[in-house]
């Protein structure tokens, strides 16, 4: 059975940092790319950061600079270091998991971060 299991999400002040974790189980992980992604209320899923197998990552814009996504193909892990937020960020983070090859993608289920005074 695959399972992303996120954590690490909460409520934090403006300017303050928080480091999200996502362990996957039940996969080839080097096999996957694996991605942040975000849904604030009332809004579409929107991408934050992508990390290839290799460890190569690319971010949105909106959060270069401020986050670094990294992964550990060992430990079937990738996390997402944020700082300097902002309540924009404010959001469900999902990670995700997108095959090299063939198969079906799988989300986690989500951690709440919500930035705010």
């Known amino acids: 059975q695959v399972q992303l299991v996120e954590s690490g999400g909460g409520l934090v002040q403006p300017g303050g940092s928080l480091r999200l974790s996502c362990s996957a189980s039940?996969?080839?992980?080097?096999?996957?790319?694996m991605g942040w992604y975000r849904q604030a209320p009332g809004k579409q899923r929107e991408l934050v950061a992508t990390?290839?197998?290799?460890?190569?990552?690319n971010y949105a814009d909106s959060v270069k600079g401020r986050f670094t996504m990294s992964r550990d193909n060992a430990k079937n892990t990738v996390d997402l270091q944020m700082g300097s937020l902002k309540p924009e960020d404010t959001a469900v983070y999902y990670c995700?998991?997108?095959?090299?090859?063939?198969?079906?993608?799988?989300w986690g289920q989500g951690t709440q971060v919500t930035v705010s005074s």
């Open positions: 990390s290839t197998t290799g460890g190569g990552t």
């Open positions: 995700k998991a997108t095959p090299l090859s063939w198969g079906p993608t799988y």
């Open positions: 039940g996969i080839f992980f080097s096999g996957y790319r």
